[in-house]
C-alpha cells in the first residue's frame, strides 16, 4: 500500500517563498508527481520527479529524495492566483501497470 | 480544453434513480481512470482500465459500474446511490507501455454528484 503525508494548510505573503512537503511509503515507487488544484475545479500537472534531486520550471521547483521518501515543492514570487490546493501524488508499478495514488492535499492561502 | 471532456459537468439525482457519467480522452491515451473526490478526503482512485481492460478496482461498491467500450470512451453507471456517495467525481487518462512507466495522468474538470 502507500501512505502519502502533507501538511492540510498553509499560509504565504504575496511575493514571497514556500515550501510545501510530502512524505511517502510505498513499494515499486515509479514516480512523484505535484498537481495544482483550484476551488472547483480539476488538478493540474504542474512536476514530475522520478531521479534525486531538483527540477526547475519557471516560478515552481520540486524536489525530491528517493532514499528519504521525501519531496518538496518551492514556490517563489507567490502570487494571489497561487492560492489553491497543491496535490503530491506517488505513483508505483505493480502488475506492470501505472498506480497513482494521492495525497490529501495543502490547501495554500497567499495574502497580500 | 484539457483533452479529457466529462459529461454531465452537475448532477442530482434521487436514491432509487439509474444515471451514468460519461469520459472522453482526445489524447490518444490508452488508460483511463475514475477518482472520487469527497471534501476533507484525498482523491480515491476507484477504477483503472489498461488497455480497455480493468485492471484496479478500489474496493467500490457495486453501486457504482464501470464500462469502458473503447480506449477514448469510459463511463460510469449509478444506481441505487447514497448521500455519502455525493461528491466530485474525476475522470483520467494516460498512456502507458505495457510493463514499464507512463506519462503523467491528464485529468478532465469533473462531475459534480449529489444524491438526494
Known amino acids: 500500500g502507500q501512505n502519502i503525508d502533507q501538511p492540510t494548510e498553509m499560509t504565504a505573503t504575496e511575493g514571497a517563498i514556500v515550501q510545501i512537503n510530502c512524505t511517502y511509503q510505498?513499494?515499486?515507487?515509479?514516480?512523484l508527481f505535484w498537481y495544482q488544484q483550484h476551488a472547483g475545479e480539476a488538478p493540474t500537472f504542474l512536476s514530475y520527479?522520478?531521479?534525486?534531486g531538483l527540477e526547475e520550471k519557471g516560478r515552481f521547483s520540486s524536489f525530491l529524495s528517493r532514499s528519504k521518501g521525501y519531496s518538496y515543492l518551492l514556490l517563489k514570487e507567490l502570487q494571489m492566483k497561487d492560492s489553491a490546493s497543491y496535490l503530491c501524488?506517488?505513483?508505483?508499478?505493480?502488475?506492470?501497470?501505472?498506480?497513482?495514488?494521492f495525497g490529501t492535499g495543502t490547501k495554500l492561502q497567499v495574502i497580500p | 480544453e484539457t483533452g479529457v471532456t466529462q459529461t454531465p459537468r452537475h448532477l442530482v439525482m434521487g436514491m432509487t434513480n439509474k444515471k451514468s457519467l460519461k469520459c472522453e480522452q482526445h489524447?490518444?491515451?490508452?488508460?483511463m481512470y475514475w477518482y472520487k473526490q469527497s471534501a476533507k478526503k484525498p482523491l480515491e482512485l476507484m477504477f483503472v482500465?489498461?488497455?480497455?481492460?480493468?485492471?484496479e478496482n478500489n474496493s467500490v461498491p457495486s453501486r457504482f459500474s464501470p464500462e469502458c467500450p473503447n480506449s477514448s470512451h469510459l463511463f460510469l453507471h449509478l444506481h441505487t446511490l447514497q448521500p455519502e456517495d455525493s461528491a466530485l467525481y474525476l475522470c483520467?487518462?494516460?498512456?502507458?507501455?505495457?510493463?514499464?512507466?507512463?506519462?503523467?495522468?491528464?485529468f478532465g474538470e469533473g462531475s459534480w454528484l449529489t444524491v438526494v
Open positions: 483520467a487518462s494516460s498512456q502507458v507501455v505495457r510493463g514499464r512507466a507512463g506519462n503523467t495522468i491528464y
Open positions: 510505498t513499494s515499486g515507487f515509479n514516480g
Open positions: 520527479n522520478v531521479l534525486d
Open positions: 501524488a506517488v505513483r508505483d508499478l505493480a502488475g506492470g501497470y501505472q498506480k497513482v495514488t
Open positions: 489524447l490518444g491515451h490508452n488508460a
Open positions: 482500465y489498461n488497455f480497455k481492460e480493468q485492471t
